[in-house]
């Protein structure tokens, strides 16, 4: 009797830890979303400022070659939901920090000094790549692609044909804009991953160089699936992304003959 008793309290003491990591996983989420819904409803009064600097590659565009630069909306519920997609996507942006420092504070506690001051720079380039890769998106690959989208306008006069003019709505643009800056900005996290899966002993530069061909491949579809399908930004994105992989073999290159110098390091004072 005294020995089932003592199997039941061990089972419970073992259970015990993962109940805690249960509990703090579970508090860490609740601050995560209630950090996302204040942001969202603080960035929602800023949200038409937001759209105004959105809209700015498309607008100049249109005033150029229309001599208007005026946006519409088709449904009357539109104009609001439009305004919640900027609040909801800019929340988490702002959130985002603090969304990052909760899952530090998480993961942390289980790893060693070394492995914590290893993953910090990890830490720290992911979301400057982000912002590089949205900035990029923006920037240069948003002109291009509403250059030549609205190359295929004509007027009516122009060797007779029918006059052909974009009227955008805000919701089309907004969806577009939004999912280039998203494929750029996570497009651009490629060698913050392959040098994390690197360090730990996952992939290395060899099989990075071995798959190269199909990683073409798997590059040339992502590129046509998040993109519109149009040439030059499937070109644009396949060539950043392809180099992103380039650079990350160099990166796993690096990780693995510091790696090596440790080791030898070791040998060396046994």
């Given amino acids: 009797m005294k020995k089932d008793q003592d199997k039941l309290d061990d089972i419970g003491s073992s259970n015990a830890p993962l109940v805690e990591h249960l509990s703090e996983l579970r508090s860490r989420l609740i601050y995560c979303v209630l950090a996302f819904l204040l942001c969202m409803i603080c960035v929602f009064p800023f949200s038409k ?15 150029l070659k229309n001599d208007t630069s005026d946006l519409i909306f088709t449904g009357l519920q539109q104009g609001f939901m439009v305004n919640v997609k ?41 979301p400057v790549l982000f912002t590089v890769g949205a900035a990029f998106a923006y920037y240069v690959v948003l002109p291009l692609a509403f250059n030549f989208f609205l190359s295929f306008q ?37 060698p913050v991953l392959l040098t994390l ?27 046509a699936v998040v993109t519109p399908p149009d040439v030059i930004t499937q070109i644009i994105l396949f060539s950043v992304v392809y180099s992103l992989y380039e650079v990350s073999i160099l990166l796993v290159k690096l990780v693995e003959k510091k790696n090596e110098e440790a080791i030898n390091k070791i040998n060396e004072n046994l």
């Fill in 197 to 223: 899966m690197g360090k730990a002993g996952l992939v290395s530069s060899t099989s990075l160089i071995g798959i190269r061909k199909y990683a073409i491949v798997t590059i040339l579809v992502v590129a």
């Fill in 49 to 63: 400022y937001i759209f105004n600097f959105l809209a700015i590659p498309i607008t100049t565009l249109l005033t």
């Fill in 86 to 126: 900027i609040s909801f996507f800019g929340g988490f942006i702002v959130s985002f920090p603090f969304i990052s420092f909760q899952i530090w504070r998480f993961i942390a506690p289980g790893l060693y000094k070394q492995e914590k001051l290893a993953f910090l720079p990890f830490l720290i380039a992911s």
């Fill in 154 to 190: 004509n007027t009516s006069d122009l060797n007779n044909l029918v006059g052909i003019k974009y009227l955008g709505t805000i919701n089309e643009y907004l969806s577009l804009t939004i999912r280039f800056i998203l494929a750029f900005g996570i497009c651009f996290q490629l």
